[in-house]
């Protein structure tokens, strides 16, 4: 049930370009990213709700393809503030709705 | 304004004693829920709650029981705590059951140490 997500961590110079990805063994009807500083909460990003979809915030962006179940969170330019974990959430619908997330991502982004 | 607190942000407590975490959202919001995040940074739900109705109960030990007074509060107590429950307790609300668009909201966390 849980999405796996690639790669585990990432260690980047400031300004160099990053994309996580977030796969699934189920139907995908959305996927929602997340992003957790160092003993903080998990604070939202964006939300993708259809296959084709594409958004962007800034210089962070994700695409979903429904057809392979899969998303990919985009990171353009990345400033030092992009440090942190990155999880993806994947709705189930197996009764109640859930967010099921991934394992998290890693980002470590040096100056 | 804090939009979901809880309280305590730390807890150290020895096996076997029991212990509650308040969480209060100052959202409006409907639903809310908990989460456990281990060591190894996994998130995984525990209950959530709507309108004050327990909607999941994500196969967690008895010893965890969710209150929810009303729908800004959502408690959590565990019984007869053991080492393994030791983790970060984040809780979360969100306008409406409705995961498919609607965002969650985390609270600051509480790091639960059983010593």
């Known amino acids: 049930q849980q999405p796996v997500q690639s790669p585990q961590a990432v260690i980047l110079r400031e300004g160099e370009d990053a994309v996580i990805n977030c796969s699934s063994s189920k139907a995908l009807y959305s996927v929602h990213w997340y992003r957790q500083k160092h003993g903080e909460a998990p604070v939202f990003l964006m939300i993708?709700?259809?296959?084709?979809e594409q958004k962007g915030h800034e210089k962070i962006s994700a695409s979903f393809n429904e057809k392979k179940q899969q998303s990919s969170l985009y990171l353009t330019a990345s400033q030092l503030s992009y440090s942190g974990t990155y999880f993806c959430?994947?709705?189930?619908?197996?009764?109640?709705?859930?967010?099921?997330f991934g394992q998290g991502t890693r980002l470590t982004i040096n100056p | 304004d804090t939009a979901v607190s809880q309280t305590p942000k730390y807890l150290v407590t020895q096996m076997g004693n029991d212990k509650s975490i308040k969480c209060e959202q100052n959202?409006?919001?409907?639903?809310m829920y908990w989460y456990k995040q281990d060591s190894k940074k996994f998130l995984k739900i525990m209950f959530s709650y709507n309108n004050k109705e327990l909607i999941i109960n994500e196969t967690v030990p008895n010893r965890f029981s969710p209150k929810s007074p009303d729908k800004a509060h959502l408690n959590l107590h565990i019984n007869s705590l053991e080492l393994g429950d030791s983790a970060v307790y984040f809780c979360?609300?969100?306008?409406?059951?409705?995961?498919?668009?609607?965002?969650?909201?985390f609270g600051p966390g509480t790091r639960l140490t059983v010593l």
């Open positions: 979360a609300s969100s306008p409406r059951l409705a995961v498919y668009t609607d965002t969650q909201y």
């Open positions: 993708l709700l259809k296959g084709g």
């Open positions: 959202l409006g919001h409907d639903t």
């Open positions: 959430g994947t709705e189930i619908r197996q009764g109640a709705q859930k967010l099921v």
